[in-house]
């Protein structure tokens, strides 16, 4: 087993990464204060793993919340269903939520954490390789609003993040390519010698290859974490983990929540903030090409929806997080491992790559 730490102070906490973990109770243990557990889930991941996290969890009393699955339930009424339960089974501030499942569940339970009856602690357990790589750790937690995506949240860290590489096992391809997407995404903005063994090594990460997850989700996890360590809150180094996010973002919104993954959606974007980057000068044509050819090879999309306008794509970015007083920042790389937010490039360079 690898432990890494997240370095904040009296927030710190432990990311175990491993196989076989979800049912080793030693790893709950320490983060539950109380007698009573909340095990948030979907209609997908609890029958297949709640019974390992109840197992681990024996000396608890447990409850279970099942929500609906997919990105279109990201919402207040699902939202709501975490506080019924809590509720209804009469749970206190001692109570702890575990988050069982992918970034959506994980996201949900996370915003429910941070807000029963003002805040109650919690510890993911996600499922899918892009929760584990990415939106487990860091304490972003939100719903989608129908006018922009994860804009209503806190930011509100876990106790605990508890990795079982072995839940992969039965996560479809597509998903799996998704999560791939967010780890290229720590090549690009920070970890250039990460990209380079990356482009050797996506096919033993599509394939599960044990010891080429298990690496990939260490340095993806240990790259999130210093970003986080350094900025919580994204008074600025953070937003550059939303590479490719205000393009997939707009996206996402744009198809209507859950047609395309959020890790394809940012794919396409990363692609997109590579060609602008290129027409601004910074990064040369056979980086965009090696960008294209790593997307590509991890069966990721890099064009946008058919159909969809400039003036779509403009009116959706317009809500973005990283607007400030009415400019649009993007975050453009000045080379491979090297990412910058900048409101500095010009609209026709932008319209160009949007109109690709
Ligand atoms: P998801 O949670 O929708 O999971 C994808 C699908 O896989 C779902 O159908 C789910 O039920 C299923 N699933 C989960 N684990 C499984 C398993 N082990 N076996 C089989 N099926 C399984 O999607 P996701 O890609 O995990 O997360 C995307 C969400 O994460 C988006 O809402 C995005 O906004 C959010 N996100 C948040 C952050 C953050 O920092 N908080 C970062 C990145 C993404
Ligand atoms: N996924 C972006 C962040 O955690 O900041």
Known sequence: MIELEVDLGERNYPIYIGEGLLSDSSLYEPYIAGRKVMIVTNETVGPLYEQQVRHAL??????????????????????????????????SRKTTIVALGGGVVGDMAGFAAASYQRGIDFIQVPTTLLSQVDSSVGGKTAINHPLGKNMIGAFYQPKAVIIDTLTLQTL???????????????????????????????????GLDSDVL????????????????????????????NLGHTFGHAIETHKGYGSWLHGEAVASGMLMAAELSHLEGWLSVEDVDRIRAILVDSDLPVLGPEGMLINDYH???????????????????????????????SSENLNTVLSK
């Open 58 to 91: 024996a000396s608890y009393e447990v409850d279970t919340v099942v929500l609906p699955d997919g990105e279109q339930y990201k919402n207040w009424e699902t939202l709501n269903l975490i506080f019924d339960g809590l509720l209804e089974k009469a749970h």
């Open 315 to 345: 009116r959706l970015m317009s809500v973005d997080k990283k607007v400030m007083d009415g400019t649009l920042r993007l975050v453009l790389m000045k080379g491979i491992g090297d990412a910058v937010v900048t409101s500095s490039f």
């Open 172 to 206: 479809p391809p597509q998903e799996v390519s998704a999560g791939i997407a967010e780890i290229i995404k720590y090549g690009l903005i920070r970890e250039s010698d990460f990209f380079i063994w990356l482009e050797k090594n996506i096919q033993g990460i599509k």
């Open 214 to 241: 298990t690496y990939a989700i260490k340095t993806s996890c240990a790259c999130k974490a210093e970003i986080v360590e350094a900025d919580e809150k994204e008074g600025g180094l953070r937003a550059i983990l």
